[in-house]
């Protein structure tokens, strides 16, 4: 069984197809990517790359058409339980309350009250909703949404986290405030992140490393290190000269796809 050198997550010559009325869609191919245990990737490329795509083939939600994905060195094969997923929209429930919000997995777990209230109340207090326990989802700001949700999928305690464009809805201060939310809470409890984005700021504010995709069938262009301090502060990054050459860098390696890209039909 291969050892920690083989990366909690890898995709070895990974290749994604789906039948489509009319045709075939070629979404990913040869994707070659390993992402160590407490390692932050974040994936950039243009729109229908097939981001999304390994990021459900990691959750095991279908098998690969080509080539492997293992998780722990392991082929996925069915729904990986390892891994939790936050996408664009919260998908709170609008009759519960926060607190009923984020007891929903420890419910699912069968975790006693007392055990339900105490976990409720910490992951509260990590994700920063003190005092809004008893609020309803309609009665929060879109980031303090975010955050409820967060704190949700972290009531599970996945290992790893799938986020596709978790932040997109959000305004540019409350991204921000949960760029660096996330970037803390997933260094102090060890998560291992990989985090879909178009924004290419976020893409290096975040990353530990960037994979760069080239347009469908997308496979990976280029790997870039973001060689930031891990504890970096987000609040000063625009002033920090390596930030803004790997922003700029990541720029010109997508504007050629992103000036050519009009095709959006299945490739056959
Ligand atoms: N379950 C599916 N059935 C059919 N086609 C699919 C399915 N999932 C993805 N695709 C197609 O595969 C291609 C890649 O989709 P994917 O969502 O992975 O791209 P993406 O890079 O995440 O896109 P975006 O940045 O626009 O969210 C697209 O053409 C999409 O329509």
Known sequence: MPGPAAGLISFEG???????????????????????EGEFVTLVGPSGCGKSTLLNAVAGLFPASAGTVRYRGQ??????????????????LPWRDVAGNIAVPLEIQGRSRAEIRERVQALVGLVGLTGFEKS????????????????????????????????GALDAQLRLGMQIEIRKLCRDLGKTVLFVTHDLDEAVALADRCAVFSPRPGTIRRIVDVPLPRD???LRLR???????????????LAPSIATHADMEPTR
């Open 14 to 36: 990974f290749g994604k197809s789906f039948e489509v009325p009319g045709g075939t869609v070629h979404a990913a191919r040869d994707v070659n990517l390993t992402v160590d």
């Open 75 to 92: 082929p996925v094969d069915g729904y990986n339980r390892s891994v939790g997923y936050m996408t664009q929209s919260d998908h709170l």
């Open 136 to 167: 309803y989802p309609t009665q929060l700001s879109g980031g303090m949404r975010k955050r409820c949700a967060l704190a949700r999928l972290l009531a599970y305690d996945p290992e790893t986290l799938l986020m596709d464009e978790p932040f």
């Open 232 to 234: 970096r502060d987000l």
């Open 239 to 253: 002033h920090d000269r390596r930030y803004v050459e790997l922003t700029a860098e990541l720029w010109d390696l």
